[in-house]
């Protein structure tokens, strides 16, 4: 059985978490991370849900997208998906993720410290349980998530471009792989962000070095000031 808690309860205690999303490559890392240094908040970086996990919590026949990579047949299996099935991993990813994100923030909440969180938490749920003055969307052009993937020398992208170029036919792969990126970085997806009603800065310049200026922004509308 699902018990599900009221909007209006979660959006009461969550009432000092502040939410950042959006599309890959548009700074919300670095801006999370700045946050929670320049303003004292609790950082909550991308995917911070996994670590904390018990171990044995997630079962396959709830989460089975969280479990995917324990029930795979092979990493060959998992680069050569089509681009739906990637897509709808990751879409289903995000909603199982939520209700552990949750959870964890409403612990972190209870000392009353701000917290600012990197999040994949669905679009409907983020409106289900905070508001416009604490969510910020941020963009960056749909073809630098193609382009740029593997540019990024972290070590789950680089193990992935070695199962690709392991792969019987590697250019097919990493032309299918591309795919996949290009479907969950659609225009479809990007409009679902730009749409959605939530305060939104669209990174356009790549060139110059705007985190600043970002950082201003976001603290005028989260309504943050530096700490001491």
């Known amino acids: ?41 609790i950082f909550c970086g991308e995917n911070y849900h996994h670590y904390i996990l018990p171990e044995g ?8 997208n969280l479990c995917y990579f324990e029930t795979m047949e092979s990493w060959q299996a998992f680069v050569n ?11 289903g ?19 009353g410290r701000k917290i600012i969180v990197d999040t994949n938490i669905p679009l409907p749920i983020l409106h289900a349980i905070s508001d416009y003055s604490r969510v910020a969307v941020m963009l960056s052009p749909c073809s630098m998530s193609v382009e740029r993937f593997f540019d990024r020398p972290d070590e789950e992208k680089q193990f992935l471009l070695r199962q690709i170029q392991a792969a019987d036919n590697p250019d097919a792969t990493m032309a299918n792989f591309r795919a ?28 110059t070095d705007t985190r600043e200026e970002t950082l201003a ?5 989260f309504g943050l000031k530096p700490c001491a």
């Open 93 to 111: 990813s995000s909603r199982e993720a939520a209700d552990i994100e949750i959870a964890e923030l409403l612990r972190l909440s209870a000392d």
């Open 1 to 41: 059985m699902k018990i599900g808690i009221e909007s209006n309860i979660l959006k009461h205690y969550l009432r000092n978490v502040y939410f950042i999303t959006g599309t890959a490559y548009a700074g919300k890392s670095t801006m999370v991370r700045m946050l929670a240094d320049r303003c004292g908040m």
């Open 217 to 221: 922004a976001l603290m005028r509308h």
């Open 180 to 207: 996949c990126i290009a479907r969950i970085n659609s225009p479809e997806h990007y409009a679902e962000y730009a749409n959605s009603g939530f305060f939104t800065i669209v990174r356009e310049d790549t060139q």
């Open 81 to 91: 998906r089509t681009p739906e099935e990637y897509d709808a991993w990751i879409s």
């Open 57 to 64: 919590l997630l079962d396959p026949q709830i989460q089975p």
